[in-house]
């Protein structure tokens, strides 16, 4: 479970939480997006740097550019994934949903109780399966080559041999304001998805017994 703490509270979709009408998603988002980014400063200052950084060899499926961090703590070396901030709606959605993760149950609109009570049911109940997020960090060597990527703690740290396996969670893979010909398109590519509520996208098993010395 994360445990650092934000101030201040961010919801991934301001429609889906029933705020009020006129509210603006894009400053919200962006608010998000600078906390993510101090929160990153932050995190890096605590580590004394970025460590070593290389490409992800783990990765089964999804968006490339994943990267590994490495980094000393107390005498042993600890991973965190970096992880591409996807441009546009979808990146900062995301980032706005880790925000809201760390966040109090403070209601953002209005103090309704039992809009307070579900929130932080789900986000409780949410919490416990999340890899601690740091926040977001820029790599690059000048802003034309700059990318932002969301630190996130690496759940292999103490496994020796790991296995992986990428499911992709929800009935459907589209935007909630993606138009309907996406959707549809969506809904024919995957049907398997809308039925279970899950669809298997890549896996890397290790099989071969470990050499002994």
Not at 29 to 37: F, S, T, V, Y
Not at 94 to 116: C, Q
Not at 149 to 177: F, H, Q, W
């Amino acid at each position: 479970m994360a445990k650092d703490r934000a101030a201040g509270a961010f919801c991934p979709d301001a429609k889906m939480r029933g705020g009020p009408a006129g509210h603006d998603d894009a400053t919200e988002r962006a608010a998000a997006m600078a906390m993510a980014i101090e929160r990153g400063i932050k995190f890096t200052e605590h580590e004394s740097g970025l460590g070593i950084v290389a490409r992800m060899t783990m990765q089964v499926a999804g968006h490339s550019g994943m990267l590994t961090m490495q980094v000393r703590q107390e005498n042993k070396w600890k991973k965190f994934c970096l992880k591409p901030v996807q441009s546009g709606e979808r990146g900062a959605r995301e980032i706005s949903f880790y925000e809201f993760m760390l966040t109090p149950s403070a209601v953002v609109h209005g103090s309704a109780e039992i809009r307070d009570n579900v929130e932080r049911r789900w986000r409780d109940g949410l919490q416990p399966f999340l890899c601690d997020y740091h926040g977001v960090i820029v790599l690059g060597a000048n802003r034309a080559s700059e990318q932002r990527y969301l630190v996130l703690d690496d759940c292999t740290n103490e496994m020796r041999r790991p296995s992986a396996l990428d499911i992709k969670l929800g009935t459907r893979t589209t935007e909630p304001r993606a138009s309907l010909e996406k959707q549809h398109k969506s809904l024919a590519k995957y049907p398997c998805q809308t039925e279970l509520g899950c669809r298997l996208v890549g896996m890397r098993v290790v099989t071969k017994p470990e050499s002994v010395p």
